[in-house]
């Protein structure tokens, strides 16, 4: 049992670690209490010390492996492939994210798409099933969607974004239904 929870869990962490940081700032941001604080720098902080969390429980549930394990009914894999593509995907997103503090001063909600993005990938590195595979990249595209259309003064983001949504949903039905 412990190992079913360990096989998921860098993944169980980031999601609940975004969805605490996207309370967390939608709370103080609203807040006429705090005289409306800027949030962006602490929640990057806490968005890279998340991503820094789930590098360390990766590592600390990765023992040298011989062989793939198959978690949840053949739904997730786990073998050395896996391992050092998510090591690989976690150390990028903490460099993305420590390089991109100046540009994230406007809007923290980047950070949140950012590490939610970063769990479509983890999911998508260890799908080992055609559904698991396909909901990976619809979490990861879902949130690119938004990145593309976040600048909402601007006629070509939006455009961008609504021809990104446009077509993914057509590339996603004809995935779906063949």
């Not at 994230?104 to 769990?119: K, N, R």
């Amino acid at each position: 049992m412990f190992n079913l929870f360990l096989a998921v869990s860098p993944e169980i962490f980031l999601i609940n670690a975004t969805f605490i940081l996207l309370i967390h700032g939608v709370v103080f941001s609203t807040s006429q209490k705090d005289d409306y604080p800027p949030l962006v720098s602490n929640v990057g902080w806490l968005g890279l010390l998340s991503v820094l969390i789930t590098l360390l429980l990766l590592a600390a549930g990765a023992p040298l492996l011989t062989i793939a394990h198959c978690f949840w009914n053949h739904f997730v894999r786990r073998d050395n492939l896996t391992y050092f593509c998510q090591i690989l995907l976690l150390l990028s997103t903490a460099g993305i994210i420590s390089m991109c503090f100046s540009f994230f001063e406007t809007a923290f909600e980047f950070i949140v798409f950012i590490l939610l993005s970063t769990c479509g990938m983890l999911f998508l590195i260890s799908a080992y099933d055609l559904i698991a595979m396909y909901l990976a990249i619809e979490l990861q595209s879902v949130c690119f969607y938004v990145i593309a259309a976040s600048k909402r003064k601007s006629e070509f983001s939006t455009e961008a974004g609504l021809k990104y949504l446009i077509l993914g949903a057509f590339s996603s039905g004809i995935l779906l239904f063949g």
